[in-house]
């Protein structure tokens, strides 16, 4: 089934639908992600990879916000989401469920690897943080990897929704490749 905008703003999944969507098994975690648009287009990012769940943690809003809403275009409402208070908690659940679960951090890091130079597996958290903080450090201290992306201009650091966009799509290249 693919939804063009218009019927997603105006859509629900019935709960027959919502089970029925493949997943991939992909974490995504907002470790204090401030900006609603952001949150919003991570939804949709969400969505595009049919990651299995995002979860949003800390100071960040949640749906239903209006900005998330717009932002998403109702995609909240097609992706599996949940809240914890902090991203640690989050991870630590979803390791106990999952043990192979695989925690990488999308961050600029003295530990930060090339993001096109990881390998990725599967079950895989991918945590992105504040927009000018970052991810915490008690999240980089638990991750199996960081990853970042070249800068080569003279801007230092790219939105969070885009880095994840990137880093989403180098992991799951992977996926298709299997």
């Known amino acids: 089934m693919k939804l063009g905008a218009k019927e997603l703003r105006t859509t629900k999944p019935t709960p027959e639908e919502f089970v029925k969507i493949k997943k991939n098994p992909i974490y995504i975690i907002l470790d204090n992600v401030l900006d609603t648009y952001n949150i919003g287009a991570i939804f949709r990012l969400a969505d595009a990879v049919a990651a299995e769940k995002v979860i949003i943690c800390g100071e960040s809003e949640t749906p ?97 929704m885009v880095s994840l966009g990137i880093v989403l799509y180098k992991a799951i290249e992977k996926i298709s490749n299997v």
């Open 64 to 160: 239903p916000h209006t900005r998330i809403k717009k932002a998403s275009i109702n995609t909240t409402e097609w992706v599996d989401w949940g809240y914890a208070q902090t991203a640690v908690e989050a991870l630590q659940k979803l390791k106990i469920k999952n043990e192979k679960l695989k925690i990488v951090a999308i961050e600029q890091h003295p530990r930060a690897v090339s993001y096109d130079q990881y390998d990725y597996s599967f079950p895989l958290a991918l945590v992105v943080g504040h927009e000018s903080r970052g991810v915490s450090p008690e999240v980089l201290k638990i991750a199996d990897g960081v990853v970042e992306l070249p800068m080569f201009g003279v801007n230092k650091s790219l939105n969070v």
